[in-house]
């Protein structure tokens, strides 16, 4: 296997427990999700779906912002740097055809078949989408799946999970071009620069436009989403919680990471140290966490959110910490209302 599977593939994990869910005809479980051991959670195929259509365009958005950090647009377009990310890509779909084989999901021929029909996100995905979801409840009143929504809701995942590992390794092949080409400095000018413009494109992206259009509408959903969503690719817990006299402190820790597991293989590929390229990664997860927690938290508390150590920059386990204080921030809520929601086209 080229890439890390504790990091790159807990997908199959998760799409093999659904095959286990559907032979025990545990219907609901299989669309909602259930909680499992060791502070696990199968997320279900309805959020797994819905995550992954975001993260193919958070993929995406990561791609063309630090490119435009470098100053270099125009890589989108470098013959070098194409050629070396689908040959990486192509490492990522032998691992899929080697999991899906092994764990029972799906025949191997069916990953050569999405990707000869194109991997891109479907102009239409938000109804697609829609009608699964519509049939999925009329299913489980029937205690019986079709076939064919079965199978659709398995190639619509495993299409999301190829193709945004297609941008992450581009990203990837893109941040090591620009260490190899600029050196190292240049990469964290490029990120230091975008980062607060990522950070709300990305939450305007999530919030106020992929995850509604995927049915995750009001704010208990997303919050559903934003939660269990997470569990499709990452092994999550609760770290220690502690007060410092007004203030209450969090812990979160990220065991594994998708984007950590694919920068090291292309920093290693390309003669480069595995940890070279991980600020261009965990400098706007960071961001990232802080607005949503500006966007999530109440306004009778103030949030901080910051990175403690992470795997793509220290090759530890993440650990991230929200504070909180008491305060009266609607003023927080009022400004994300307008940058998140307030012109979303």
């Not at 193919?56 to 050629?83: Q, V, Y």
């Not at 220690?240 to 694919?262: D, F, H, M, V, W």
């Not at 290693?268 to 960071?286: F, T, V």
């Not at 993440?318 to 504070?323: N, P, S, V």
């Amino acid at each position: 296997m080229y890439y890390d599977e504790f990091h790159n593939h807990k997908w199959a994990r998760n799409l093999r427990y659904a095959r286990r869910l559907l032979a025990d005809n545990r219907l609901e479980a299989f669309y909602y999700g259930e909680d499992l051991p060791e502070e696990d959670v199968f997320p279900g195929m309805r959020v797994m779906a819905a995550y992954w259509i975001s993260v193919e365009h958070e993929m995406k958005l990561r791609f063309r912002t630090l490119l435009n950090g470098a100053g270099h647009p125009e890589w989108e377009h470098d013959s070098e740097l194409i050629a070396q990310a689908n040959d990486f890509h192509a490492r990522y779909l032998a691992d899929m055809r080697e999991l899906v084989e092994r764990d029972g999901i799906v025949p191997p021929e069916r990953i050569d078949t999405l990707a000869k029909n194109g991997l891109e996100t479907p102009a239409e995905w938000a109804v697609q989408m829609r009608e699964m979801q519509e049939a999925s409840l009329e299913a489980i009143q029937h205690g019986k799946f079709p076939p064919g929504l079965l199978e659709q809701w398995f190639d619509t995942c495993l299409r999301s999970v190829a193709n945004y590992n297609r941008y992450l390794i581009w990203g990837g092949v893109n941040a090591a071009a620009l260490v190899r080409r600029e050196g190292i400095e240049a990469l964290r000018r490029a990120v230091d620069a975008t980062v607060e413009q990522f950070m709300w494109e990305v939450s305007k992206e999530f919030f106020a436009t992929v995850l509604p259009q995927a049915g995750f509408e009001d704010i208990g959903d997303l919050m559903e989403l934003g939660l269990r969503g997470m569990y499709a690719d990452q092994y999550y817990r609760k770290g220690e919680e502690r007060e410092e006299g007004e203030k209450t402190i969090r812990q979160s820790i990220l065991t594994n990471c998708e984007l950590a597991g694919i920068y090291y293989r292309i920093a290693e590929w390309n003669g480069l140290h595995r940890l070279a390229l991980g600020y261009g990664i965990c400098r706007y997860c960071e961001a990232h966490g802080q607005a949503t927690m500006m966007i999530s938290m109440p306004p009778m508390v103030s949030p901080q959110y910051r990175r403690v150590v992470s795997l793509g920059m220290d090759g530890e386990a993440c650990l991230f910490e929200l504070t909180t204080v008491p305060a009266d921030d609607m003023e927080r809520i009022l400004k994300v209302q307008e940058i998140v929601f307030g012109a979303v086209e």
